[in-house]
């Protein structure tokens, strides 16, 4: 199962482009060459719907696709220390302005990289979720580039690091094979269903 009717609608480089929001918005963050791109590819079973860029720090924007019922809102990745002190600001502008507004926040799909413990930025980033109260899960990008005897360790790794954070849910994913990727679907239309219910109660 697959989104594949998603259509590329807009990107916003300041916040005061950001259009209204009027469906539930599940959101892709992670720092910059974590996959993000590749998952959103693999998920609507297109091979070129977000662009893949070869350069961490190129996708500036945050990019909004229509997918039926919901929105999928591709943020900018985070952590490229080569990126300009003006861009960073341009950048936290952005974030900030986003998440600061009123929207209708379905769920949030945080990439981590799995072969690596998560950075500072990581860790900031889930903090901020868990904090704000945010939904949200993390994908473990990159499985196919461990060992099947470097999963478990990893995760368990991965997890003594988030332990913080209660009840957090990980799901390994490779974009080559496309394990994972059932899963990840099935969590965001639960996500989408239960928003639009919990909607129509108001």
């Not at 949030?108 to 072969?115: E, G, H, S």
């Not at 949200?136 to 990008?141: A, G, Q, R």
Request: glycine share 6%; charged share 25%.
């Amino acid at each position: 199962m697959t989104f594949n009717s998603a259509e590329f609608e807009f990107a916003c480089g300041t916040s005061s482009q950001l259009p209204q929001s009027t469906k539930p918005e599940v959101i892709f963050s992670g720092k910059s060459n974590v996959g993000k791109s590749s998952l959103i590819n693999k998920l609507c079973g297109r091979k070129a719907l977000a662009r893949i860029s070869s350069k961490p720090g190129k996708t500036a924007t945050i990019n909004f696709f229509d997918v039926d019922n919901f929105h999928l809102v591709d943020l900018p990745g985070y952590g490229y220390a080569k990126v300009s002190k003006a861009e960073k600001q341009r950048w936290a502008e952005l974030m900030e302005g986003y998440f600061d507004q009123e929207r209708a926040f379905c769920l949030v799909v945080q990439l981590l990289d799995m072969r690596h413990k998560p950075t500072q930025d990581d860790i900031g980033m889930i903090s901020f979720l868990h904090n704000s109260g945010l939904p949200f899960i993390v994908v473990l990008t990159k499985l196919d580039k461990l060992k099947k005897s470097e999963v478990n360790k990893n995760l368990a790794m991965i997890g003594e690091t988030l332990k913080e954070f209660d009840d957090i849910r990980l799901f390994p994913f490779s974009a080559q094979t496309g394990e994972g990727a059932e899963s990840i679907i099935g969590v965001i239309n639960e996500s989408v269903e239960e928003y639009l219910k919990d909607s129509e109660e108001e």
